[in-house]
């Protein structure tokens, strides 16, 4: 339980692909994390993306191509999912080009929020 004054730390995902941990059930936009905090009581200090669009970006093209290897053959899916990690890391290094950009919002891989409980 979070006591008056206190400062609540939120990341979640936006652009990333489908997780079984156990399950997958919500995405939140920036806007609509604030609509959610503020709607709860929380004094919002900042929402912003957390990671970039160089993040989202690689999120998804790893899925792609290992989504397209496993309508092949299905077995090839964890192993070349596994591979395209590896090749395409270095998209996330656009993060430090697209993090704080005038569109960043459009497709980071995830938000972060920061807000106080009233007091």
Known sequence: M???GGLLYLQT????GRH???YDYWRFTGDGLKQLLSSAGFELDRVAPA?????G????AVE???VLAS????RTYLPVKG???FALWPLRWLDVVTLDGPESWRIPGGFLALARKPS
């Open 71 to 74: 309508s092949l053959a299905r």
């Open 13 to 16: 995902p936006f652009v990333i």
């Open 57 to 60: 970006t690689y999120r998804i």
């Open 64 to 66: 792609l191509v290992a």
């Open 51 to 55: 990671v970039g669009a160089g993040t």
């Open 20 to 22: 079984d941990a156990p």
């Open 2 to 4: 979070l006591a008056p």
């Open 83 to 85: 591979v395209a990690a």
